[in-house]
């Protein structure tokens, strides 16, 4: 499932190669991706529209649009933006979307479990309201950390994953990021002391900054590829994530493996406390 150093990577390369570019004509294929509109309304309000920018916010993907609305994505558990050339009769299995740009080439959206969506905003979104910080932009210091973690009484692994605590983390990055702080996914935010705290706060800078850098996580169960169809590199420097049994790499002791909130979740039992 993407996250937001998956979602960051695919809007840099977004940023880099259609920016600029005109989309000249769009199909959508099924009904499942374009669900907010008529997907006709979807086609002509971005047919013929020059791609401004792109900016993200969590797991939300835009690019504004010269008209001044915004062309909305959510890749949710396996979307993907492909830019490709342009043959249609190339279409890959699962290819929901097609928007054709005028450099040649064309952005398809790609979804085989089709929980993604595009959508075009022409105001404000609503549900965004209720979406925190987005957890690497929009940070902050230790201090304002504390008053998002407020008084909760869950653990630390389902607030990291609380959409409208932070925006961006996921099932991965949460253990990673707590393994990082050297903390255990149970530990409830009144139970962290100022070290402890900074700890957290650094390590949700670094493990986000750094999967970044390495152009998001792929796994071999799941789908995220960039918008070049290539996968990412940040799963090989997972110290914690997917690998049940393995040494950990500071203690050498095996990690555990435990069942939270339906989803499997990974710790050193040694190391976070
Ligand atoms: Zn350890």
Known sequence: VPELPEVETVRRDLQEHIVGATIVSAAVHGHRTVRRQKPDQFISAVSGRKLISTSRRGKYLFIEMDDGNRLAVHLRMSGQLLLRSNHHFDRIKHTHAILDLDSGASLHFVDPRTFGELWVSTASIPELDHVGPDALDELGTVIDLRRRLGTRRSGLKAILMNQAV????????????????????????????????????????????????????????????????????????????????????????????????????????????
Not at 180 to 202: F, G, I, V, Y
Not at 203 to 222: F, H, K, M, W, Y
Not at 244 to 257: A, M, N, Q
């Open 166 to 273: 932070l925006s961006g983390i996921g099932n991965i990055y949460s253990d990673e990021i707590l393994f990082q702080a050297r903390l255990r996914l149970t530990r409830t935010p009144e139970s962290l002391n100022r070290p402890a705290l900074a700890r957290l706060h650094q390590a949700i800078n670094n493990v986000l900054t750094e999967a970044v850098e390495r152009r998001g996580s792929s796994l071999s169960d799941e789908q995220y590829v960039d918008l070049f169809g290539k996968v990412g590199t940040a799963q090989a420097s997972h110290c914690v994530y997917a690998r049940e049994g393995s040494p950990c790499v500071v203690c050498e002791r095996k990690i555990e493996r435990v069942k939270f909130a339906g989803r499997s979740s990974f710790y050193c039992r040694n190391c976070q406390r």
